[in-house]
């Protein structure tokens, strides 16, 4: 049985991760600050096919909880898969942003997957085809036109830390990608666009439509499987043209 460890579960990309996983047959372990969407992810994720979901409330600004999640798998021997979905955006200009939430996103999206890709490479390193993907975005690709840039930093920073990784971790035989994606229609880009914004944004969209969660998800999967397994520290967009 192989299993993926999937952070941001309860919603948008790491949501249709955690189905497309399941589907797959994979165990998963779903993190996640709400319980009670939790539950719903152990729930779907078991009528999708996974012969086992665990979750875990965890908040990943706080990243000596990481190591405590870690100390509850101990009866899990190997994790094959590890997706940093997890992420948090505001929308501000500079003059606005305070150090505090400066540092909150980076926190959340780029020192929380670096705790959790140390912490789980014992794990990592038992597996037969381990495989680390990183949630980057188009806007770590150049900049963001509707988020502040705490979050394109930390969507940026994502890429070199992918790149760094994948030299460290590959001679163990552990890939480490990152995928770049567009907009997608997830509940983030709902709370930083209006519909009308979206449907312009469409436009300019050489596919002329946004990107699914669905769409993301199986590029994720397919980074993790064998048929990628000379895939390393690339960063694929996912995008539909918009570059």
Not at 9 to 33: N, W
Not at 134 to 158: D, E, F, M, P, Q
Not at 178 to 198: F, G, I, N, V
Not at 223 to 233: H, Q, R
């Amino acid at each position: 049985m192989r299993t993926v460890l999937v952070t941001g579960a309860t919603s948008g990309i790491g949501e249709a991760c955690v189905k497309k996983f399941a589907t797959e047959g994979y165990r998963i372990i779903g993190l996640g600050r709400n319980e009670k969407q939790l539950e719903k992810v152990r729930t779907d994720a078991l009528s999708y096919g996974a012969p086992e979901c665990r979750t875990f409330s965890i908040n990943l600004r706080y990243v000596a909880e990481v190591a405590e999640l870690f100390r509850s798998l101990n009866d899990i021997e190997v994790i094959d898969a590890i997706i940093n979905s997890a992420g948090i955006a505001y929308q501000r200009i500079i003059d606005e942003i305070t150090i505090e939430e400066w540092e909150e996103v980076m926190c959340i999206n780029l020192t929380a997957p670096v705790a959790i890709i140390k912490a789980a490479l014992p794990w990592l390193r038992k597996s037969n085809n381990p495989s680390v993907i990183n949630i980057s975005s188009i806007a770590g690709r150049s900049r963001s036109i509707s988020l502040g840039c705490h979050y394109t930093t930390s969507k940026a920073a994502v890429i070199g830390m992918t790149r760094h990784l994948a030299g460290e971790l590959g001679p163990q035989g552990i890939r480490v990608n990152c995928t770049a994606p567009s907009q997608t229609h997830t509940p983030m880009l709902d709370a930083a666009l209006s519909k009308e914004s979206q449907d312009l944004l469409a436009t300019k969209v050489p596919l002329k439509r946004l990107g699914t969660a669905e769409e993301q998800a199986d590029v994720i999967f397919f980074l993790c499987t064998p048929a990628a397994s000379y895939i390393n520290g690339a960063i694929v967009d996912v995008n539909g043209g918009l570059l």
